[in-house]
């Protein structure tokens, strides 16, 4: 059941205490894709896992800005504090609580996102009425996940299989000229770079032609399945919190 979309009797009358919260980010992803690629490829995992699972599962509105600021010297992007972006997640799992939606998995769809849903995440299961995971879906599509940049071949090849329509094809080698080979600055093991515009002239990072839609599709199932599972596996858990020993 997407929120939405749904009366509030609609959700009054769901038999379920699972729910899914998309969460994503509004930034560049170079010429080709757009700066909501994050949110809506969190977005498709999230609906293709509720519909997977075996089972009633909320699926609340994504979250469209997250921690991006190190995209902030192209066009577009939008970014909060890591401070803000947990504050407004911990607020919207603690009113999908109150509805009695108190297993959450955070489907995120953003790098920059994690370090502070990983944090968020943990302070809510320890200090709140609920309990929360977050799941990354491109740490979800086994071998393939070596292959994520940035609006590169992951990126674009799921947003061909979902979202076709918003991949500017006429603009792919525009993309891949400009591309970064990797993430980064390196030295010693450390990212000198602090925004991405250090290391990429457009953007992108990665090779876009090598994610077409059939890739895409596999990305999907394989993230999809991956999601289901915890699903499953967070709908039995027992989530009592330890005693003190």
Do not use: K
């Not at 991006?68 to 609580?97: C, I, K, N």
């Amino acid at each position: 059941m997407h929120l939405e979309e749904a009366t509030w009797t609609d959700a009054d009358a769901a038999e379920t205490d699972l729910a899914l919260l998309p969460v994503g980010s509004t930034e560049q992803h170079g010429p080709h894709a757009p700066l909501g690629t994050d949110t809506v490829t969190a977005r498709a995992i999230a609906d293709a896992a509720a519909e997977a699972h075996d089972g009633e599962v909320i699926v609340a509105p994504p979250v469209p800005v997250g921690v991006a600021e190190e995209h902030r010297q192209f066009t577009g992007t939008l970014w909060v504090t890591p401070e803000t972006f947990r504050a407004y997640v911990r607020e919207t799992v603690a009113s999908l609580a109150h509805h009695g939606w108190d297993r959450v998995v955070v489907v995120n769809g953003h790098g920059g996102n994690v370090p502070a849903l990983e944090e968020v995440c943990a302070r809510i299961v320890r200090h709140d009425a609920a309990y929360t995971v977050p799941f990354t879906w491109f740490e979800g599509v086994d071998e393939h996940a070596s292959d994520m940049g940035h609006g590169g071949p992951l990126e674009t090849a799921l947003l061909r299989c979902v979202a076709p329509e918003l991949v500017r094809e006429d603009r792919i080698e525009e993309a891949r000229e400009g591309a970064a080979e990797r993430w980064g600055e390196w030295l010693s093991r450390v990212n000198l770079a602090v925004d991405s515009a250090e290391f990429t002239e457009n953007g992108v990072v990665g090779d876009p032609a090598e994610g077409d839609a059939e890739r895409g599709e596999e990305l999907l199932a394989l993230a999809s399945a991956a999601l289901a599972e915890l699903l499953e596996t967070v709908a039995d858990r027992d989530v009592s919190r330890p005693a003190h020993r």
